[in-house]
């Protein structure tokens, strides 16, 4: 079963919180396959995980023990997306991430990047770019199962929405 890990998991395993090692579980049956989406988020930056710092981000799935796991490319976006770790985006694909983003985040308060890289403000919308990116590299590449702690995704107003887009199954690691 191809696993798309969102960004929690990977600190949840890298820091050996209960969800962690439910996760280590899963992941240890012969049929799972852990996928990541080269993608810092803002709890990442907190570690030095910035686009310029890769490395930062391979020593973090080195501690969570996902190093060797197939790595997915989200879209390129200034300032968030590694270097060379992104892929251009043509209208199919921006189509995908606005229909996410739309679920996510339609009924939200919008959010804006005007405050600087280390605000409040850039920090919630980092989150929403790493979200609606690291779902849409999981449906881009047709992975099976979604595995995130964030109970956004679960809603019952988005979760259908979601799987109807083509997220197969989205579930908690609990």
């Known amino acids: 079963m191809k696993i ?3 960004h929690n998991c990977l600190i949840d395993l890298a820091t050996g919180t209960q969800t962690g090692l439910r996760i280590s579980e899963l992941l240890a049956k012969p049929a799972s396959q852990p996928y990541i989406v080269n993608i810092g988020a803002s ?3 907190e570690r030095g995980i910035r686009p310029d710092r890769y490395d930062l981000f391979e020593e973090l799935l080195q501690a969570a023990g996902v190093y060797d796991a197939p790595r997915l490319d989200p879209a390129l976006i ?4 590694f270097w060379d770790r992104c892929v251009w985006t043509g209208p199919d694909e921006a189509k995908l991430i606005t229909e996410i983003e739309t679920i996510l985040f339609g009924d939200s308060v919008p959010v804006s990047p005007t405050s600087g890289l280390d605000s409040p403000e850039w920090k919630k919308w980092l989150n929403r770019v790493c979200d609606v990116q690291t779902l849409w590299c999981h449906i ?15 809603k019952q107003s988005k979760l259908q929405r979601l799987i109807a887009l083509g997220a197969g199954s989205i579930r908690n690691p609990n």
């Open 4 to 6: 798309t890990l969102d």
């Open 43 to 45: 709890e990442m930056r």
């Open 78 to 81: 200034w300032d968030v997306t």
């Open 140 to 154: 881009r590449n047709g992975n099976e199962l979604f595995l995130t702690s964030d109970k956004n995704f679960m």
